[in-house]
């Protein structure tokens, strides 16, 4: 599996933005990146994925460098319910048959802690 | 709509027990998959089940095993516990499709004494 690097923890302030890093300097050209975070005592929950474009939706944007060696994860505007552990996961294809055959290899990812 | 539940949410063991998890996974959701996750770490992936059928496996021991029913509810069941398997395990579950995000459980605390 292509690994990911993500710093271990970031800081924000409440209502500000935040930019949560994450290189991924040895994807494929199938790979696509997925973002995913855990809030305590909670499972992980899906955030965001993208394979090219930058993509958004209610809850951040994903931003991907044009030679998708890297991507940032962005909370517009933080609140206290953004602290947890943010993921990024490369996710590639495998069996096509029969529908998803596939496994997300997760890291240590960033812990976010959000400061009122 | 209800999401993916796990039951029992917490669970004490003794060693060389053994111990039966299980999920519920959402509504229409065929593929299940089972991940373990120990204190300060990201989760693991054990197992995937899609139609009842075993599509991946991880790196665990047989100890280690599940099944998956025709209503699509799973159980993993761990064989001769080991202090080392106290750890969450969480199960998620996703529609069909390749990219389709995975919608994970609270998970089940598990403890080995």
């Known amino acids: 599996d292509a690994k990911t690097t993500q710093p271990n923890s970031m800081e924000s302030n409440e209502e500000e933005p935040v930019h949560l890093p994450c290189n991924h300097s040895t994807i494929s050209g199938t790979d696509y990146i997925h973002w995913y975070r855990q809030l305590p005592s909670q499972g992980p929950e899906y955030v965001i994925h993208g394979l090219t474009s930058n993509v958004n939706n209610r809850m951040a944007s994903l931003a991907i460098a044009e030679d998708r060696k890297s991507s940032t994860l962005i909370l517009h505007r933080a609140t206290l319910r953004d602290a947890a552990v943010y993921y990024c996961?490369?996710?590639?294809?495998?069996?096509?048959?029969?529908?998803?055959?596939?496994?997300?290899?997760f890291g240590k990812g960033t812990l976010l802690t959000v400061n009122p | 709509d209800a999401g993916v539940t796990q039951s029992p949410t917490h669970l004490i063991k003794t060693r060389g027990q053994h111990v039966t998890l299980r999920c519920s996974p959402i509504?229409?959701?065929?593929?299940v998959s089972w991940y373990q996750q120990v204190l300060g770490q990201g989760p693991q992936f054990i197992f995937q089940y899609y139609e009842k059928e075993e599509r991946g496996r991880g790196n665990f021991p047989d100890r280690f095993s599940a099944r998956q029913f025709p209503n699509y509810s799973s159980e993993l069941n761990v064989n001769a516990l080991l202090l080392g398997d106290s750890a969450l395990y969480l199960c998620?579950?996703?529609?069909?499709?390749?990219?389709?995000?995975?919608?994970f459980g609270n998970g089940t605390r598990l403890t080995v004494t």
């Open positions: 509504s229409g959701h065929k593929s």
């Open positions: 998620a579950s996703s529609p069909r499709g390749l990219y389709s995000p995975l919608h």
């Open positions: 996961i490369l996710r590639s294809p495998q069996q096509r048959s029969g529908g998803s055959n596939y496994k997300l290899t």
